[in-house]
């Protein structure tokens, strides 16, 4: 059973990656303290969270709230319990620098299991609650009207972008998937307007996928980010977002710099590319039924 959780705490979560360092110790201290923010002032919670009275102010306007009364109240009409397993920076005196769904180096295998899998039923239940069905809506119809349909994504989001151009195909759409630079810009310099771009990046900031869905963009071909940081480069250059949830836990610093498994973000965007996929599946004509039981026969037929 996952825990309830609130649109104010997924728009903390999305917005995590994006914040500078003093804003991260507030949303920590928020996320982590459940209701105890809701009777603080301004310079109780700085204080509780090791920050100045300003850097409040600019953590609650980056969330877009007019000020910190406004965020305030929207948060205690949410009433969100504390994090049962905060991911705190120390654990039994040694640095935490890896981390999947909270998981800690003295957990047995089945704990490490049951965390595991709760990270990833949490990811795909925020995500749920965040996603754009107007947004499912018109992509689909894009998609149904174009000539190609092109995935971008490297490291692990590429397997994202893989399972992608692999559902559209059974379609019998033209996909494709690079995540090699080179590949990349080849697809982007020789689109045309009847082409839609999918560009997945967890963060947001994969230089390869955000600079050339620009120059698909400017070529006249859809694009469309899947993310998970709101307010990232690639938010802001593609014609259509969608954001899932993040799992900032997964977050941890170590002499300076950044550690991070992305796994759960994943799941969820695999996920959401199967929302897409149906619409996309059931929009279509009969041809698109007979050829896609064809297919299942073929395929059959390479089992042993």
């Not at 949303?27 to 969270?49: C, P, Q, T, V, Y």
């Not at 620009?214 to 694009?223: D, I, L, N, S």
């Not at 949830?245 to 498994?261: D, L, S």
């Not at 799941?267 to 698109?288: F, H, P, R, T």
Request: charged share 20%; hydrophobic share 40%; with cysteine.
């Amino acid at each position: 059973m996952t825990e309830s959780v609130s649109m104010v705490a997924l728009q903390i979560k999305n917005h995590y990656s994006e914040f500078n360092p003093a804003m991260k110790q507030i949303a920590d201290f928020i996320l982590f303290s459940g209701n105890k923010m809701s009777s603080m002032g301004i310079r109780e919670l700085a204080d509780a969270s090791g920050v100045s009275d300003a850097s409040v102010t600019r953590f609650v306007h980056k969330l877009q709230y007019k000020s910190f009364k406004a965020f305030q109240m929207a948060w205690v009409k949410a009433a969100v319990p504390a994090d049962e397993n905060p991911s705190a920076k120390k654990q039994g005196g040694e640095d935490v620098v890896f981390e999947y769904g909270g998981t800690s180096p003295r957990d047995s295998a089945e704990k490490i299991g049951e965390k595991v899998f709760k990270s990833n039923i949490q990811m795909l239940s925020d995500t749920m609650k965040i996603l754009d069905y107007g947004k499912v809506e018109y992509v689909t119809k894009l998609i149904l009207k174009a000539r190609n349909l092109v995935f971008l994504g490297v490291g692990r989001s590429f397997v994202t972008a893989e399972s992608g151009r692999i559902r559209f195909n059974r379609l019998g759409i033209n996909s494709f998937c690079y995540s090699d630079s080179q590949e990349i810009i080849v697809s982007t310099t020789t689109c045309t307007a009847k082409d839609v771009f999918f560009g997945i990046s967890n963060f947001g900031r994969s230089a390869a996928v955000v600079n050339n869905l620009v120059h698909a963009k400017e070529r006249g071909a859809a694009t469309v980010g899947i993310t998970c940081a709101e307010g990232s480069p690639l938010t802001q250059v593609v014609d259509t977002c969608f954001l899932t949830a993040f799992n900032h836990t997964n977050m941890e610093y170590h002499t300076g710099k950044q550690i991070f498994e992305p796994a759960c973000e994943n799941l969820a965007q695999m996920a959401l590319l199967d929302c897409i996929y149906m619409n996309v599946a059931l929009k279509q004509d009969k041809s698109c039924y007979d050829m896609f039981h064809n297919t299942v026969k073929v395929l059959y037929r390479e089992k042993l």
